[in-house]
């Protein structure tokens, strides 16, 4: 098998999710004994969480860079970042390395054109919804993103924040989420992207109103197909 590289600690609950994702998908295709050759650089959650102006950005997108080098060095054949947001910092990532990076939205909208979704729902923290490090990559393959008011982009950012990146599920937020899709799909939505990871942690996907389409889970799927790209199935 090929080997992966994953950016993780961003936070470790979503780098547990990764490890376990695509050791999953490799054992179901290759045998129960099969696992998949990775190096992970966990970050200091610390230091890349809160980001706010552009010095804290900088200062974040040293700390990815160089995990991204050591992955390489470790003779890592493809790189995820294994967090939705810090992709804002994809292009520095690319600049510094010769090793390919997967990148998390293009995984997805080639899922969505696959499943025939012209219209979704992103939903994640403040700034993978409101910039275009996420949005425009995948409206740029003619997925049209629905506007989320500003009081939902708030509450869902602290939720995220709050809760589910310290491992907590709560009612509340299941409520809150369920109400968002459940207006989004009033809206015109067809389907919902979970642009945060721990966002399965409070929405159910084989039993919501709307396709989910997970981002984590499907930048695992393309990560773990390709390290199988060469193997034979079990």
């Known amino acids: 098998?090929?080997?992966?590289?994953?950016?993780?600690?961003?936070?470790?609950?979503?780098?547990?999710?990764?490890?376990?994702?695509?050791?999953?998908?490799?054992?179901?295709?290759?045998?129960?004994?099969?696992?998949?050759?990775?190096?992970?650089?966990?970050?200091d959650f610390r230091q890349l969480n809160n980001l706010a102006s552009d010095e804290d950005w900088a200062r974040a997108a040293t700390h990815v860079v160089e995990a991204a080098k050591r992955l390489e060095e470790s003779g890592a054949e493809r790189i995820l970042i294994t967090a939705n947001v810090m992709h804002r910092v994809y292009d520095q990532i690319v600049?510094?390395?010769?090793?390919?990076?997967?990148?998390?939205?293009?995984?997805?909208a080639h899922k969505m054109q696959d499943g025939g979704v012209g219209k979704a729902l992103l939903l994640g923290m403040r700034s993978a919804v409101t910039e275009g490090y996420l949005r425009d990559r995948i409206e740029q393959r003619g997925i049209e993103l629905l506007p989320m008011n500003a009081a939902d982009i708030e509450e869902v950012h602290r939720l995220i924040v709050e809760e589910l990146k310290l491992g907590k599920a709560s009612r509340n937020a299941e409520r809150a989420l369920?109400?968002?899709?459940?207006?989004?799909?009033?809206?015109?939505?067809?389907?919902?992207i979970l642009a945060c990871t721990e966002l399965e942690m409070v929405v159910d996907v084989d039993a919501n109103v709307l396709p989910i389409y997970d981002t984590a889970r499907i930048h695992?799927?393309?990560?773990?197909?390709?390290?199988?790209?060469?193997?034979?199935?079990?």
């Open 178 to 192: 369920k109400t968002i899709i459940t207006v989004s799909e009033q809206a015109g939505a067809k389907a919902v």
């Open 220 to 234: 695992c799927q393309v990560a773990a197909e390709w390290a199988m790209a060469d193997e034979e199935t079990a």
């Open 95 to 108: 600049e510094a390395v010769e090793t390919p990076v997967l990148h998390i939205a293009d995984c997805t």
């Open 1 to 43: 098998m090929r080997k992966l590289g994953l950016i993780g600690g961003m936070s470790w609950l979503s780098t547990r999710t990764y490890y376990e994702e695509i050791n999953r998908l490799v054992q179901r295709k290759l045998g129960r004994h099969a696992s998949a050759p990775m190096a992970i650089e966990s970050l």
